[in-house]
Structures are given as structure tokens and as C-alpha cells.
């Protein structure tokens, strides 16, 4: 296939490749038109760069190597432009995303544009070297692979989510057996008895319990279910909005909302399949001395961890 | 960006002044004259209202 055309496919394969990663979903980002259509055209122009780099290097003109650079450094501002605009927002958000969770964002977006590169010239390189149909096949293993090696664990596969009754003992709050507030306003307490969901979440493995551990990710689940089941507060109201408290003794945490929509099922729905956030997956698979530690120092804790190459409940190693 | 002060006791409603010291107390002698105060203390500072038991209530900023 000629340069022109071989340019032509990789980038309808970079396009294609960013429009399937640019979902909207309940993650709620982007679903401003605008930010939609910033998306769409940076992602042209990623797929062009990609597309063309690779007719260039063929014919030998390394300065391209040089411009692509430039490129590559022109995408990492991606994630500064996303960090900028989701934290200006953070200030008027009833339940915040937190800054972990924007970080995570923002890094994820950033990716995309990379895959959207290699999937470009990976296009352009089958349909020079072989032909467009295994140009189309090339763009696809690799956008495959992209999607493997981003692919977004989610709570419910690390952490057992129960639904769990919310309790108001005198001023107390409870969700299950665990304190999470004390309301004095009559009037409050009796709106949290009528109102209120609550949910406890209990680690599988000791992964799941590194990642409850993280104020970001639970801030995270909490804004994620209340973008879906609403939140019955102002910024006046405070007690009404969400929290979730962990239980230091064994490490289980308690989520207390009070929805708009009052449906427990959605309310566990919701949480496990909130995203694990990469700052808070949990470090114990990936420290030698997690596994070391395990068999010879805690040998009866296994009902929790059990995250050894023995076997267990343990998670995937990667 | 909106500064406001946090993690802070902002006013107490009691039923006897010598229990609170330090912040501003309004006192409230029957219970349902103190949960309206607090109540209205609370939208106004936009803070929550806690318990202390012993007849104080206290409006925190979280």
C-alpha cells in the first residue's frame, strides 16, 4: 500500500480507537459536550502523529523522531489539563471526587492518548508492510493489548459488599456495628432513620483491605454512588452527607449515604463496581516480604490474608 | 478558592453557661428550645450538630 493510504488508515484507526475508549459513563467524565469534542480532536491529531511517524522513519527521516517526541510531551499535558479542570469543579461538588481519584482520571486520559499513537502506527505499519487488512489487524492486537494492560480492577472482585441496616441510637449513628457519627438534631435523627442506606464492606484478601485502607478510594466510591443514587444534602446540611468509616479492628468499612433514591440494591451495585484507584490497589501481591511474612510470621491469619503462592483466598499475581 | 475554618467547635447551645467555656454558648433551659437553636445555627454556619450528651450541643465545621 502507498504512504497516502496506508497514512489515511492509521489514522480512521486512531480516530475509531479513541471514540471506543471516549464511554461516558456513570463515572460522569466526560459527559460535557465540550470536553467530548476537545477529546475527539486531540485524538485526531494523536492518530495523525502516530500514523505518519511511521512512512517517516521507513524513508529514513529521523528528524521525525524528533518531532514525535515533541508530540509525546504535548499529550502529557492531557493529564494537567484534566487535573486542572476536574479540581476548579471540586469546590461546588456536594460529595468531592477527592484527589486521588482525579489523579487517576487525569492519568487514565493520558494513557489513552498513547494507545491512540500506537494503535496509529501499528495500522500504518501492517498496511505498508503487508496490507490494509492486516494494517486493521495490527491496530486492533495492539488496542487489545492497550485494553488488557489498562484494565480497571474494580471493588467487588477484592471486597465482599453487604448490605447493612443504619441505626440511630440516641445521638449515635450506626451502620451494622459500626460508629460512624454522632447527629444531635432531633429532627436530623429522625430523617437518617427514615432515609438512610448503609453498606459494609468486608476485604476478601489483603489486597482488598489495602485498598479500603485508602481515604481516596472510599472517597471515590462515595462520590461514584451518589453521582448514580443522588445525595439529600446541601451545603448547610452536613450530616447528611456520605461517609464511610473504617473499623479499626478489622479492618471492614462501613458506607453511609443518605440517597435521593432509596434503593439498596443499586447502592451495592454501585459500590463494587466503583474502580480501584491505582494509588490505593493494595501493595501486598508485589512485596516479597508480604508472602515471607505471611508463612512464618502469621501463620493463623489466613482468614483475612491469604495471599501466599501456597494458595487461599489470594488474588491474581501479575 | 473559598477558605473556611474546619475541625472547629464554632458555637455551643446549653442549658447551663458554666458548662462551656471558650466558644460562643447560647443558652437554651428546655430541649426543644435548644434543638431549634442549634438548628439554626447549624444552617447558619453550615456546620453539624453534635451531641455532647449533659444537655450541650455543639455546631462543628467538618
Do not use: C
Not at chain 1, 496509529?120 to 490494509?132: R, V
Not at chain 1, 448503609?198 to 454512588?225: C, F, V, W, Y
Not at chain 2, 466558644?23 to 455532647?52: C, M, N, T, W
Amino acid at each position: 500500500m502507498d504512504y497516502g493510504g496506508a497514512i489515511g488508515l492509521g489514522l480512521l484507526a486512531g480516530i475509531l480507537a479513541r471514540v471506543l475508549m471516549l464511554r461516558s459513563d456513570y463515572r460522569q467524565y466526560p459527559t460535557y459536550p465540550h470536553g467530548y469534542s476537545t477529546h475527539l480532536f486531540m485524538g485526531i491529531f494523536a492518530s495523525l502523529a502516530g500514523a505518519v511517524t511511521v512512512p517517516a522513519l521507513l524513508e529514513g527521516e529521523w528528524t521525525a523522531v524528533t518531532f514525535f517526541l515533541l508530540v509525546a510531551e504535548q499529550f502529557r499535558s492531557i493529564r494537567g489539563m484534566e487535573r486542572d479542570s476536574l479540581k476548579a469543579l471540586e469546590d461546588s461538588e456536594l460529595v468531592p471526587r477527592g484527589t486521588e481519584y482525579i489523579e487517576n482520571i487525569a492519568r487514565v486520559f493520558e494513557t489513552r492518548y498513547y494507545i491512540v499513537i500506537v494503535v496509529a502506527a501499528a495500522t500504518a505499519l501492517g498496511a505498508i508492510k503487508q496490507s490494509p487488512l492486516m494494517g486493521l489487524v495490527f491496530g486492533a492486537v495492539v488496542f487489545m493489548w492497550g485494553a488488557i494492560l489498562t484494565r480497571v480492577e474494580t471493588i467487588g472482585e477484592t471486597v465482599e459488599v453487604e448490605a447493612a441496616p443504619v441505626i440511630v441510637r440516641g445521638s449515635d449513628v450506626l451502620v451494622g456495628d459500626i460508629f460512624i457519627f454522632s447527629v444531635g438534631l432531633k429532627e436530623s435523627q429522625e430523617f437518617i432513620k427514615e432515609r438512610a442506606l448503609g453498606a459494609i464492606l468486608t476485604p476478601k484478601n489483603d489486597e482488598g483491605r489495602d485498598t479500603l485502607a485508602s481515604q481516596g478510594q472510599r472517597q471515590a466510591m462515595l462520590h461514584d454512588a451518589a453521582s448514580i443514587l443522588g445525595v439529600r444534602r446541601d451545603a448547610d446540611n452536613p450530616e447528611f452527607a456520605p461517609q464511610a468509616k473504617r473499623d479499626i479492628k478489622t479492618g471492614r468499612v462501613a458506607v453511609y449515604v443518605v440517597p435521593m433514591d432509596k434503593d439498596q440494591g443499586l447502592l451495592l451495585e454501585m459500590l463494587r463496581r466503583a474502580p480501584v484507584l491505582e494509588s490505593a490497589r493494595g501493595r501486598a501481591r508485589f512485596v516479597r516480604l508480604g508472602y515471607v511474612g505471611k508463612r512464618h510470621l502469621h501463620a493463623g491469619r489466613n482468614r483475612i490474608g491469604g495471599n501466599h503462592p501456597e494458595g487461599g483466598l489470594g488474588g491474581r499475581h501479575r | 478558592m473559598e477558605v473556611t475554618i474546619q475541625k472547629a467547635v464554632l458555637a455551643a447551645v446549653t442549658d447551663d453557661l458554666s458548662k462551656v467555656s471558650g466558644v460562643p454558648a447560647f443558652l437554651a433551659e428546655d430541649d426543644a428550645s435548644r434543638q431549634k437553636k442549634a438548628l439554626y445555627l447549624s444552617r447558619i454556619l453550615q456546620g453539624a450538630v453534635h451531641d455532647l450528651g449533659n444537655g450541650v450541643l455543639i455546631v462543628v465545621k467538618h
